[in-house]
């Protein structure tokens, strides 16, 4: 279970991240923070591309970065946005996320403080995984 402190840390580094994001087409900034299972804390921004199809989400950018650093197993992920509403992270993200933590908690906050929980695997049901490669 992670604890208020440790939400709230997340929830920094996230807007901290966000600070940095590249999103000059959509101007829809995103910070995430990945926190995994040893206690580390990575981070990523979208990365948009006047090709927008090479356009990467937050959530896989902290995810790369983890994986990277040896981290395979995450506990929870803080999504920031300025949105008005929570979002919850896109379909591609869940599917990258999913592959390392089905129960992965996610909170996405909102500027003011106000944000929506949700568990990884309840985003994406009958979801394709590696069990079904064998
Ligand atoms: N985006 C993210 O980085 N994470 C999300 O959870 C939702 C969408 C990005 C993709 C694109 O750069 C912009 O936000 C608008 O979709």
């Known amino acids: 279970m992670t604890n208020a ?16 994001a590249y999103a000059p087409y959509s101007n829809f900034s995103v910070g995430a923070a990945l926190l995994s299972r040893d ?39 803080v999504v920031a946005t300025g949105a008005r509403q929570a979002t919850p992270p896109c379909g591609i993200c869940r599917q990258a996320l999913l592959e390392f933590a089905p129960n992965l908690v996610i909170r996405s906050y909102v500027e ?23």
Request: glycine residues 8%.
């Open 112 to 134: 003011d403080g106000g944000y929506e929980e949700y568990v990884l695997r309840d985003l994406l049901p009958h979801a394709f995984d590696r069990s079904q490669l064998e």
């Open 5 to 20: 402190n440790t939400w709230e840390r997340l929830r920094q580094a996230a807007f901290d991240v966000r600070a940095e």
């Open 39 to 77: 206690g580390r804390t990575f981070v990523g921004c979208n990365v948009e591309n006047a090709s927008y199809g090479a356009s990467i989400c937050a959530e896989r950018g902290a995810l790369t970065s983890a994986v990277a650093a040896g981290a395979r197993e995450f506990a929870a992920l």
